[in-house]
């Protein structure tokens, strides 16, 4: 049966296995890591920002002034989340165009089919 080769087989699929295992669980680590950094970055730029008007500035941080300033970060988290997305799709969008652009501006192929004396004899 198979020669006897089922032993290797399993230990050949088996390394593969171990191999993938390891690719698919960086790939999850590093995913978690950019959904931690899309998630926390209006918040740190926040933290930021009140830090440089208070420590580095040296102005006091008013509830008006911070309240505003929480407002304003709201409005702006999602742009700046989505922006990089956006303009990937349009670096996409233009390298699309441009293939399809050149596959245009390719010229006709025949309609003609090749006929061959050999399939035809006469």
Not at 5 to 25: N, T, Y
Not at 29 to 46: D, E, K, R
Not at 48 to 53: A, D, G, K, M, S
Not at 88 to 108: C, G, H, K, T, W
């Amino acid at each position: 049966k198979l020669f006897a080769w089922e032993r290797d087989f399993l230990e050949k699929i088996a390394a593969r296995r171990r191999v993938e295992v390891g690719h698919i669980r960086r790939y999850l680590c590093m995913l978690a890591a950019i959904v931690v950094q899309w998630t926390s970055t209006a918040s740190l730029v926040g933290v930021c920002t009140f830090v440089l008007h208070t420590q580095v500035l040296g102005r006091p941080l008013r509830a008006a002034d911070g309240f505003a300033a929480l407002a304003l970060f709201t409005q702006l988290k999602f742009p700046l989340l989505v922006l990089p997305d956006m303009l990937n799709r349009a670096v996409q969008a233009r390298v699309s165009l441009r293939r399809i652009a050149d596959f245009l501006r390719q010229p006709e192929v025949a309609t003609t089919p090749w006929l061959l004396e050999e399939d035809h004899p006469q």
